[in-house]
């Protein structure tokens, strides 16, 4: 839907802010510039609470390797890194954490890298990354190597909407699915109808919403798990043997 169409929806059919005049001044009770910020705000708030907003095509999905350097800046809109592979890597690098890449416990064995027992690697290929050094960061180890600068590695991201919907373009649409679009709209009515002078049938009208967006922020946290995870396996056996339940 676009904004236009949302707009619409919002005012007309959830709101019913129109009235049958033939002329004279409009007695809307909320002006488009209004509505829009409380669309932005139901927009933004949905994306946050249900993390199904993923990219793996935007700019924001790439990081340029440095040589000797390790943690690198996300973008502010990014919620959450769901994966991330070296360009033209067969595999994805493992996901681990600061308290594992900084433990006093260090191995020798170079072969492989284990969360559970570490290798204290020398720089080279990337292998591993963590996103909880500091607030919107993004970190390998080991640290690139000079063979490895300016190599990009791929990002899964989970991420709020790279803009806000205006006026100035009203044929835009959001980012997210069309058949959550309106439930955000609820969200905005809430915020229509607590902002505004406040009686009786107005808060409850504005509670009512705030129920109805909560129940789809929670019918489309289920659709994003159930798209985004794959289902937990049991494995037994090693070399070349593994059974699975």
Known sequence: MTLTELLDELRKNILRDSSGLVSGTA???WSDDALVRYINDAYFRFCRLTLSLTDRTSALTEVVLESGVSVYPLDKSVLGVISARLAGAPTDLSRTGHGVLDTPFRTDD???FDINILAALPPGKPMAFATDEEDASFRVYPEP???YADQVI????IRLPLA???LDNPEEEPE???EWQLGMLDWAAYKALSNHDVDAESLVRAKT???AFEEWVADAKLEARRRRF???AWSFGRDGFAWTK
């Open 110 to 112: 170079s072969l492989f």
């Open 27 to 29: 007695d809307s009770l």
């Open 176 to 178: 997210i699915r069309e």
């Open 209 to 211: 919403r705030k129920a």
């Open 154 to 157: 791929n990002l899964r991201l």
């Open 164 to 166: 806000k919907l205006s």
């Open 145 to 147: 190597s000079a063979d």
């Open 230 to 232: 794959a289902g937990t």
